[in-house]
Structure formats: C-alpha cells, structure tokens
C-alpha cells in the first residue's frame, strides 16, 4: 500500500478498513506528541522551562484563529503548548482530512461534505457560550449535535459504492463499470468477474461412449 497516499493524498477512494485503520494512526501520532510532553514537563519539572497553564491540540486550536478574544501575545509559558500545537496539530489535521475525505469520496460524495459534517459542529461549539439563549438558536444546536452522529454512520459504518463512480474504482476491487438494476440485463462479457461462474460442472451425456454399439432386434 502506498502511504504517502493513504495519509496525505486527497484523490481516490478507501474502504471502511483503512478508515479505521486511519484512527489508529492518528492514535499512535497523538501518543508520540504526549511522549514529547512528557519530555517537555521533565524540562519543566528541572526549572528550565515555566509550566503553562494547560497543554492541548486539535481543532479547537485552529477554530481559535477564528476567534479575536483569543489573540495574545505569546510568554515563555506558552512555548510548549505552541511547540505542540506546531508539531501536532497540522500533522494531524491533514491525515483526517485526507483519510475522511477519500471515504466520503467511497460513499460517492464530494470532500466538500467536510463543511457540515466537522467544520460546522467545530465552530458551533467553539462559539456556543456566546451565543444568545433563545429557541431561535436551538435549530442550530440540534444540527450541531446531529451532524457529527451522521459523519461517523456515513464514514465509518456504511458500505461504498461498489461501483467506480466519478473517483475511481471500487477499493475492494469488485466494481462493475455501471449500477446493476433489475432491469439491466447484459451479456457476460460485458459483467465482472464472477468467480462462481467460472467454475461451472458439465454433466456427462447420456450416451453410451465410442465403441459401444447396441445391436437392434437383439
């Protein structure tokens, strides 16, 4: 398997399988970045570096650019929480990035569906304390909640296509060139390889072989 593709490339299709295998990626590459965390609160622990007052990364760190309230000029506190966020956020980002949208490409839709599914739900709760508590806003709490239950059934759960469709063929190779239909009758030649076919039993004649003759009046 290619996985300079596989983790950063945006083109092509992944099955159910490697999109879970992709969470296990992503699970070693966080415990990697706690590993150096904890290298850095040894420096820390000596006097070498200040604690901060809290170390994390993920989205909620590229929401916050969205944010002018979080706009700070940056202390000696904070060098290891950006020295993370640096080595860890992007990394991170681009593989679910490129893994969900070569699935949702599977699932035979474009990688713009990233928007509602992630992108949406990111900045609703990154924003929601802000926001007025009145029903006008319930609609959009609702699909806040409801989005991402909806990405993992559609991401992690659902068969693909198993068609080629408009990004390439099926991952599982076991694709035809068009959907089947109850009405689609076509000629073999024309279908995928069915294994059960190729392999067919001929019943024997029921002739007598060559050579033997039944004489007639006998």
Partial sequence: MDWTWYLFG??????RAKYWLSALVLAGW???????????????????????ASIHFGTDAIFALLDPATFHMPT????????????GTPVLLWIFLATSIKRLHDRHRSGW???P???YPGLYSHFQGRLPDSYVVLPFALAAAVLPIWAFVELACLKGSRASNLFGPNPLGKHQMRPRSDRDVRPRSTQ?????????MVP??????????VKRGA
């Fill in 10 to 15: 945006f083109k092509g299709r992944i099955n």
């Fill in 30 to 52: 966080m415990l990697l970045i706690g590993w150096i965390v904890y290298l850095c609160l040894l420096l820390m622990a000596n006097g070498y570096l200040p604690a901060p």
């Fill in 113 to 115: 569906w990233m928007v």
């Fill in 117 to 119: 599914f992630f992108v």
């Fill in 192 to 200: 995928g390889w069915d294994q059960e076919r190729e392999i067919e």
């Fill in 76 to 87: 000696r506190a904070d060098i290891i929480p950006i020295f993370v966020q640096v080595i």
């Fill in 204 to 213: 024997h004649s029921a002739s007598p072989p060559p050579g033997m003759h």
